[in-house]
Every structure is written in structure tokens, then in C-alpha cells.
């Protein structure tokens, strides 16, 4: 078997060299794809506890009720007022809901939120839609500005023909607002990604 010549050596380096360049961009590129690709995955199937956006709703409203209760919390780096205008709502499943939301910024600075959410019971999700929601857009505050957020929601009344979901009567909508572009919103991402159905945990 004859010797590698500093030519082929030198080739097999540049090889080398070019998987780990290609692999380093992967990883980069999967890093910064993190939030669209985690939020079309949960809006499509309800993973994890998320709920599913919708366009419009197309069902009609059944006698069966449930309770809707609203969970509100800020990351300790976002110097926000964030909370839900009502605790909770009661209504049918078919029908629509509305929740204003009320954002305050409560400093003299501009800054920029992402909200990260899901419900309780995390196998609830799948049933639980959004017409309308500000869930994952970056919100901008001016100092001391405050805003309302509406959310339009249903509960789609495939419910109630699911066993495991016959002792359901009330599903928590949790929201957390973190910093925009902040390794505390990457990390709370991650972790609404790995966490597992049977936990029955929301972000905090």
C-alpha cells in the first residue's frame, strides 16, 4: 500500500474541513428556524399543550359548556404589566370566545415582547383554536404605553366524542411574555418543545 503524498493529505483536510463548515451552518440555520418551525408544527397539531390558529370557525355551537380560564405571567428581564381583562369565560363548545389581554410597559424605554403559550390539559390542545391571536409576533411597547390583545378561541366539538377527554370540563389558556431575542425565550421554546404530554406542566 503506498504512502499518502502531502497532495492527498492535503486534499482529505479540505474535506474535512468542508463537512464541519457544512454541519456548523446546519446547526446555525436549525437555531434560527427554531420559532417559525416550533410554531407551524404546534399550530398545525396541537402538540405539547399548544393550541391550533384556524382562519374562521366553522362549527355550530352544542349544548355542552366549558370553562375557558386565562393564565398570565412575565419573564423577570421584561418589565411588563401583562394580564387577562377576565380570569375566565363559560361558554359552549362550537361557540366563540373573546379575552382581551392588557400589556404595560412600565418603563421609559421602547421594548419588544414574544409571548410563548399552550393549555392545560396538555391533551386538550388539539381541540383548542385560535381565530385570532398575538402569540409568537414580536410586540413593541413604547414607554409607558399600554395595549389591548384580543384573542378569539373555540373548542372544537370533536371534544366531547374523545374518551380520554369525557372528564374535561375546564382548559387553561397560559401565556408568558418574554424579552425579544433573549436566551430565556429560546430556552422557554425549548422547553415547551421536549416537555412531555403526560407532565401536565405550562411555561412559566
Same mark, same amino acid.
Given at each position: 500500500?503506498?504512502?499518502?503524498?502531502?497532495?492527498?493529505?492535503?486534499?482529505?483536510?479540505?474535506?474535512?474541513?468542508?463537512?464541519?463548515?457544512? +454541519?456548523?451552518?446546519?446547526?446555525?440555520?436549525?437555531?434560527f428556524?427554531?420559532?417559525?418551525?416550533y410554531?407551524m408544527?404546534? &399550530? /398545525?397539531?396541537? =402538540? $405539547?399543550g399548544?393550541?391550533?390558529?384556524?382562519?374562521?370557525?366553522?362549527?355550530?355551537?352544542?349544548?355542552?359548556?366549558?370553562?375557558?380560564?386565562?393564565?398570565?405571567? /412575565?419573564?423577570?428581564?421584561?418589565? =411588563?404589566?401583562?394580564?387577562?381583562?377576565?380570569?375566565? /369565560?363559560?361558554?359552549?363548545i362550537?361557540a366563540?370566545g373573546?379575552?382581551?389581554f392588557?400589556?404595560?410597559?412600565?418603563? $421609559?424605554?421602547?421594548?419588544?415582547?414574544?409571548?410563548?403559550?399552550?393549555?392545560?390539559p396538555?391533551?386538550?390542545?388539539?381541540? +383548542?383554536?385560535?381565530?385570532?391571536? +398575538?402569540?409568537?409576533?414580536? &410586540?413593541?411597547?413604547?414607554?409607558? &404605553?399600554?395595549?389591548?390583545?384580543?384573542?378569539?378561541? +373555540?373548542?372544537?366539538?370533536?371534544?366531547?366524542?374523545?374518551?380520554?377527554?369525557?372528564?374535561?370540563?375546564?382548559?387553561?389558556? *397560559?401565556?408568558?411574555?418574554?424579552?425579544? &431575542?433573549?436566551?430565556?425565550?429560546?430556552?422557554?421554546?425549548?422547553?415547551?418543545?421536549?416537555?412531555?404530554?403526560?407532565? $401536565?406542566? *405550562?411555561?412559566?
Amino acid at each position: 500500500m503506498s504512502a499518502k503524498t502531502p497532495a492527498d493529505m492535503a486534499a482529505k483536510n479540505r474535506r474535512v474541513m468542508t463537512a464541519t463548515l457544512l +454541519f456548523v451552518a446546519v446547526m446555525i440555520g436549525v437555531a434560527f428556524a427554531s420559532v417559525p418551525l416550533y410554531r407551524m408544527i404546534c &399550530q /398545525v397539531t396541537g =402538540w $405539547g399543550g399548544t393550541t391550533q390558529m384556524v382562519e374562521t370557525n366553522p362549527n355550530k355551537p352544542i349544548e355542552r359548556m366549558i370553562t375557558v380560564r386565562f393564565d398570565s405571567n /412575565v419573564s423577570r428581564d421584561l418589565p =411588563w404589566e401583562f394580564k387577562p381583562e377576565a380570569r375566565e /369565560v363559560r361558554l359552549n363548545i362550537g361557540a366563540d370566545g373573546l379575552v382581551s389581554f392588557l400589556a404595560k410597559n412600565k418603563t $421609559g424605554k421602547p421594548l419588544t415582547g414574544t409571548a410563548v403559550y399552550n393549555v392545560t390539559p396538555l391533551k386538550a390542545g388539539k381541540y +383548542f383554536n385560535k381565530t385570532q391571536c +398575538f402569540c409568537f409576533g414580536e &410586540q413593541v411597547l413604547e414607554p409607558g &404605553q399600554s395595549v389591548h390583545m384580543p384573542v378569539v378561541f +373555540f373548542v372544537d366539538p370533536a371534544i366531547v366524542n374523545d374518551p380520554e377527554m369525557k372528564d374535561i370540563d375546564t382548559i387553561t389558556l *397560559s401565556y408568558t411574555f418574554f424579552k425579544a &431575542q433573549t436566551p430565556e425565550l429560546e430556552e422557554a421554546i425549548e422547553k415547551f418543545t421536549t416537555e412531555q404530554p403526560a407532565s $401536565g406542566a *405550562s411555561p412559566s
